[in-house]
């Protein structure tokens, strides 16, 4: 007994001692829970703080400012670079989903703000292995009922169940101080906080907001899949929201009208009818419970998807409130 406990502790040492020394030579990719956590233990024995920021890779600028986000939280930034199999259907585009790990690491070492790169295979982050389909899973997943059948949850039943497990998973693996999401992905936060908040997860979330290309578009790893002429249209579903939401600070509360200033402005940019929407909501940023008749004093979430060809964009406003 005592002989395995020293030899945990000096293994430990020792792979602490050398995320230390990795450190001081720049950005690390490490592939173990137990490296990662070894970094984790290095930043705390420095009495520094730890932010994380998870991802499915395939950054873009916008996956950079929640970097930046980060910096401003936290003494030192981790990122996870993981394409969760978890948050996708069998039918959906889990083979597909880009995966870039040496551009990515390259990116992040230019932009000179995270420390770590937490890139793990499926078989470390899931030990009882995964299937995209939830009837053969075994292991431990978590739910957040209430929060994740509507809006992205009705088209994608399974999504946030995924993302839920991955992220608790992802917490538990890094044990960081304080997590980053961004508000392009609305739902995704109310279902993270709320389920930090019951699960009584010793972290701060804080969301970024979203970056936009020049005409509007929302930064997303999917927007590389449309084509010119989609790319073209794209900015219809943001002109939209975003006409809903000037006009909402003008003064304008009545859900209908809202509605259908969205559905004005994507139809100016979307002249040929392109455009095919599946979803706009006003939802409480609470409990996801659509809004009827007027926006109140604690605001709403305005969201929308649309799918273009192929590609399904999503994008969102907030109305007076906060995520
Ligand atoms: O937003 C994403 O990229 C993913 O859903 C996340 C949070 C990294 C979980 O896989």
Redesign the pocket.
Known sequence: MFATTTLRLATRSRSTAAAMSTARRGLQVLHTVEAVRAVRGATRANGQTLALV???GALHDGHLALMATAKQHADVVAS?I???PA?FAPHEDLDQYPRTLPADVTALTEQGVVSAVFAPTAAEMYPSGITTNVAEQRGTFVSVAGLSHQLEGEIRPHFFR??AT??AK?LGAVQPDVVV??QK?AQ?CVV?RRMITDLLLPVTMIVAPTVREADGLAMS?RNRYLSPAERAVAPALSAGLLAAQTAFEQGEKRRDALLAIVDRELRAVDTKGEVKVEYVSIASATDLAEVSGEIGPDGAIMSAAVRLGSTRLIDNVLLGTTL
């Open positions: 998870p991802t499915m996870s993981f394409v969760n948050q995924g993302v991955v992220v992802l999401f961004g992905d995704q993270v790893s």
